[in-house]
């Protein structure tokens, strides 16, 4: 990952705000990064609410930073957590933000979406979003550096800008997977006959072009590189993220962060949004 100077990591009670604790921190002490700890108080409890949880869990998470060598700045602040989050990032210049995935049902997900995912679409830094059983102990041993990456491109204009991030995060002796999923086609009124006549090569086209449009994308300098692969899926977008980074065991994947109007993320969610809350990796959110 490029050099980092200010890691935000946002924590609650939660195993998954943990993950991202340890993650946070790792990366902190890799990069001699200064770590902004923080904590929203939900706007609808009592600033004291689970005040001596709270401490608690602060004091162990500055025991655990001060282990690493990393000494962490902490705030705590009521509000709606993903406005505190943004607030503090954009006020102390943060170049990361590291973040778990809250613990919702399917049906408040569907409803009001996640912290995680508002912050995402809202954030102008790139989020890194950690699965709860990503750091493997509670000692802090996740690892800094990422070797595998998977950036997904759908050609928009996050795709320039997630596939320069990967490249960044993989350095000279990483490797980077680019991939393009090609939607199914389903155009509705087609005849069953004419669907399954004209379907091979109206995809192939489609893979051909995308083929071109990610040639282009990628720098000049790492085009002819053996450890930038370009791949061409078919079939739902998110699945096959997913699919394909468990195929080639990628230690994160990098996609660009799309925006939506506030009814269309709630009855179709974006694609990040739907590999951040499936994937068993790292997902880091590149925003345009």
Sequence with gaps: MSKLHRILVAVDFSAPARAAFDRAVALSRKHDAKLLVVHA??????FNWEGKERAVLMASLRRAAHAAGVRPAISIQQGDPAAVILLH????????????????????????????????????????????????????TAPAAFTNILV????????????????????????????HVVPGMAHA?????????????YQRQLARDARQQIAAMIPHQARSSRTVQVRIATGDPSAEISRVAAAIDADIIVIGATTRGAIGRRLMPSTAARVMRASEVPVLAAAA
């Design 41 to 46: 108080v939900p706007t609808d409890r009592a």
């Design 152 to 179: 997904a491109v759908d050609l928009s204009e996050t795709s320039r800008t997630a596939i320069e991030r990967a490249l960044a995060i993989a350095g000279e002796h990483g490797r980077v997977t680019v991939l």
């Design 189 to 201: 009124g087609a005849s069953r006959y004419m669907y399954r006549l004209m379907e091979p090569e």
């Design 89 to 140: 990032a954009n006020s102390r210049g943060a170049d990361l933000i590291v973040m778990g995935t809250n613990e919702r049902s399917m049906f408040e997900r569907f409803r009001f979406g996640s912290v995680a995912e508002t912050v995402t679409r809202r954030a102008t830094q790139p989020v890194l979003v950690v699965p709860v059983g990503n750091t493997g102990s509670s000692e802090l």
